[in-house]
């Protein structure tokens, strides 16, 4: 996770760990080849330690290693702030500068 170059994202919806675990694949790369052929990892890891991508398995890691990665992100003001917006739609892309705003 922190070995190399990398761009981190937290990714917010209803069941996020379970989403993105699921398009990244399995871990080791030769079984996401054979047995998941269209993830992430199948496509584009090299190895079992360099396999592409990272996705945190509990809300537990989510913390520990948004905290590293994104030391700046406060859980506390996302679910008291953000959150709601993002709920009740009041959150909206804007494509050209690659930014959420309200």
Same mark, same amino acid.
């Given at each position: 996770? !922190?070995?190399?170059?990398?761009?981190?994202?937290?990714?917010? =919806?209803?069941?996020?760990?379970?989403?993105? +675990? +699921?398009?990244?694949?399995? /871990?080791?790369?030769?079984?996401?080849?054979?047995?998941?052929?269209? /993830?992430?990892?199948?496509?584009?890891?090299? !190895?079992? /330690?360099?396999?592409? !991508?990272?996705?945190?398995?509990?809300?537990?890691?989510?913390? =520990?290693?948004?905290?590293?990665?994104?030391?700046?992100?406060?859980?506390?003001?996302?679910?008291?702030?953000?959150?709601?917006?993002? +709920?009740?739609?009041?959150?909206?892309?804007?494509?050209?500068?690659?930014?959420?705003? !309200?």
């Amino acid at each position: 996770m !922190t070995s190399g170059p990398s761009e981190s994202y937290i990714l917010a =919806r209803e069941d996020a760990i379970s989403v993105w +675990r +699921r398009l990244m694949g399995p /871990t080791k790369v030769f079984k996401a080849q054979m047995s998941d052929p269209d /993830t992430i990892r199948a496509q584009h890891g090299l !190895t079992d /330690t360099r396999n592409a !991508t990272h996705g945190s398995d509990s809300d537990e890691s989510v913390r =520990r290693e948004v905290n590293i990665m994104i030391p700046q992100f406060c859980f506390e003001n996302w679910r008291q702030i953000e959150e709601p917006l993002f +709920r009740n739609e009041k959150v909206h892309f804007n494509e050209k500068q690659f930014i959420h705003f !309200t």
